[in-house]
């Protein structure tokens, strides 16, 4: 039996994570079901332009592409620089200027794993401190019934909060993910009437914006 190889292992990962079948990444991809497989069991080993095709196939974020190609004993494609870097200023800039305009609604730009990285004023001024916050403590400081909050808008809260992480699951696989939605349907399930979103008077102007 041939044994599974780096890139093998991560892209069935990949694969299975999105529900998808190899036909359905060939598909996609434009390749074929026998070279998706001879991929995963290590028979191939796809070239730069074969893998950037399936990691878009895949919706891969950039990190994960890059950890598809190194995997593959190929070069990364994608610089990885931290929001916070010097050179990352101009998106800075384009994050705090989204955020900004949709004051006076709440905004929020979340990265993967549910980090909440900035707020405009108002999102501030209703939560404030989520921005850098741990994000299990940020699950239980907003989604725990509170004596500052009525139940319909906890509930909006708790809905769109796990509605967020189920997209990132499926979308933009994270290995904190998991747990975190565990943590949001066990809230969820507390509450006997899910909410209807087109009147949400709290989260409303929720930016899930997945910053990688």
């Known amino acids: 039996m041939t044994e599974l190889s780096a890139i093998g292992i991560q892209l069935r990962q990949h694969r299975k994570q999105r529900g998808m079948s190899q036909l359905d990444l060939a598909h996609t991809a434009g390749s074929t079901s026998r070279y998706i497989s001879f991929i995963e069991t290590g028979r191939s080993r796809p070239g730069r332009e074969v893998i950037l095709r399936i990691a878009d196939a895949l919706n891969l974020t950039l990190r994960d592409s890059n950890e598809l190609l190194v995997a593959a004993g190929l070069p990364v494609a994608y610089a990885q620089r931290p929001l916070e870097d010097e050179e990352m200023k ?7 200027q989204v955020l900004k305009k949709h004051d006076p609604f709440p905004a929020w730009a979340i990265g993967p794993g549910l980090r909440f990285l900035a707020s405009n004023q108002t999102a501030e001024k209703i939560y404030p401190g989520l921005v850098g916050m741990d994000p299990q403590e940020m699950i239980d400081f907003w989604c725990a019934p ?11 809260i708790v809905f769109q909060t796990m509605h967020g992480l189920r997209h990132e699951a499926f979308h933009y696989p994270h290995p904190d993910i998991p747990e975190l939605l565990r943590q949001v349907e066990a809230y969820a399930a507390e509450i006997e009437e899910p909410p209807l979103f ?3 008077p709290v989260m409303c102007q929720l ?6």
Do not use: F, H, Q
């Open 207 to 212: 930016l899930w914006s997945m910053v990688s």
């Open 146 to 156: 509170s004596g500052n909050i009525n139940a319909t808008e906890r509930a909006y």
């Open 90 to 96: 101009p998106v800075r800039r384009i994050i705090e």
């Open 198 to 200: 087109s009147d949400s």
